[in-house]
């Protein structure tokens, strides 16, 4: 099955920094990359997504990035503020079952 | 437009007491699924329904772990025996028509914390 990594685990960041996490994924066939973020006592809440068919697509102050060749995507986070703290999956499919990273826990610091 | 219910949010039991979790879809949503989120882990996916179907239940620990998505709407997820390793959240999620990009977006509700002690 799928096998997919996220780094880094914690991130920290001044307020109106940007912020980058990347994913790996292992299965060539994997065609839709979504992105979640979760606050405390929440369920995941879908941010961004990019389809295989796209390298690049952005939403206001984030983007999302994909290497087909090298499996691996990133999700972009620009000038940052203290609502964006979180903690950010990434996640991969190709048959509607998603594979999730491990998490990445943002603060952005005041 | 109304997300997915979950409820109850928080269920403390002990070990051998059995449980259930319910889950109400987002209307119109044919398929859905029921996610473990272990503390400091992603959802991994445990069974996917579709309309009442199961399209996937690989993950399910079947002899303790049951589920089930009568008439297609609403879904229960029942855990009987349950093990101190079950203590995570519960997560319900559900997606629209199935064979087209739209069928890949997939809302979560708010989840279920169980704790076994």
């Known amino acids: 099955g799928e096998n997919v990594e996220q780094h880094p685990s914690t991130l920290s960041v001044q307020e109106g920094d940007s912020a980058v996490i990347k994913c790996t994924y292992s299965d060539s066939a994997s065609n839709y990359f979504p992105w979640y973020k979760q606050e405390l006592g929440k369920g995941p809440q879908l941010i961004i997504d990019i389809r295989s068919n796209v390298g690049e697509k952005k939403d206001q102050r984030i983007a999302v990035t994909l290497n087909k060749t090298a499996k691996h995507f990133s999700l972009h986070i620009t000038e940052t503020q203290p609502e964006d703290s979180a903690v950010y999956f990434c996640?991969?499919?190709?048959?509607?079952?998603?594979?999730f990273g491990t998490g990445t826990r943002l603060t952005v610091i005041p | 437009e109304a997300g997915v219910a979950q409820s109850p949010r928080y269920k403390i039991i002990e070990k051998r007491q059995s449980v259930a979790f319910w889950c109400n879809p987002i209307?119109?949503?044919?398929?859905l699924y029921w996610y473990q989120q272990i503390l400091g882990q992603g959802p991994k996916l445990l069974i996917q329904f579709q309309n009442n179907g199961v399209v996937d239940d690989s993950q399910l620990p079947k002899d303790r772990f049951s589920a089930e998505r009568l008439k297609g709407v609403d879904s229960t997820l029942k855990i009987q025996p349950a093990k101190l390793e079950d203590s995570a959240v519960y997560l319900c999620?559900?997606?629209?028509?199935?064979?087209?990009?739209?069928?890949?977006?997939?809302?979560f509700g708010p989840g279920t914390r169980l704790t076994v002690t």
């Open positions: 996640a991969a499919t190709g048959a509607n079952n998603l594979f």
């Open positions: 209307s119109g949503h044919a398929t």
């Open positions: 999620a559900s997606s629209s028509e199935t064979g087209t990009w739209s069928s890949y977006e997939q809302y």
